[in-house]
């Protein structure tokens, strides 16, 4: 059974920069496309960052493009989300998700109702 665990949230100020990290263990890692989502206060959770399997293949919702950049180390089983030009906006608690899917489509790798298992989440908290 796949498992998958996140860290690295914290609070800045805007501008500032974080990197989240996550580990996945329980199964071959490259089956997974790997996803970041979002849930801010009171709002629905909702898509950041998709990465394929083999790396190849990410997608960024607009809010985030230019400013987040998604990456994997398939040898260490590892996810990243670096956040740089954080803005108050940000501020939300952060979930990885594991999709097992090898393909690189949008439409599978977008939607979180195609990724079957998350993190606890990390809080991201970015002051004005």
């Known amino acids: 059974q796949v498992r998958v665990s996140e860290s690295g949230g914290g609070s800045v100020e805007t501008g500032g920069s974080l990197r989240l990290s996550c580990v996945v263990s329980?199964?071959?890692?490259?089956?997974?496309?790997m996803g970041w989502f979002r849930q801010p206060p009171g709002q629905e959770r909702e898509f950041v960052s998709a990465i394929s399997g083999s790396g190849t293949t990410t997608y960024y919702t607009d809010s985030v493009r230019g400013r987040f950049i998604i990456s994997r180390d398939n040898a260490e089983n590892m996810v990243y989300l670096q956040l740089n030009s954080l803005k108050p906006e940000d501020t939300a608690d952060y979930y990885c998700g594991a999709n097992l899917y090898f393909g690189g489509d949008r439409k599978y790798m977008t939607d979180q109702r195609h990724y079957g298992t998350w993190g606890q989440g990390t809080q991201v908290t970015v002051s004005s």
């Open positions: 329980g199964d071959t890692f490259t089956k997974y496309a």
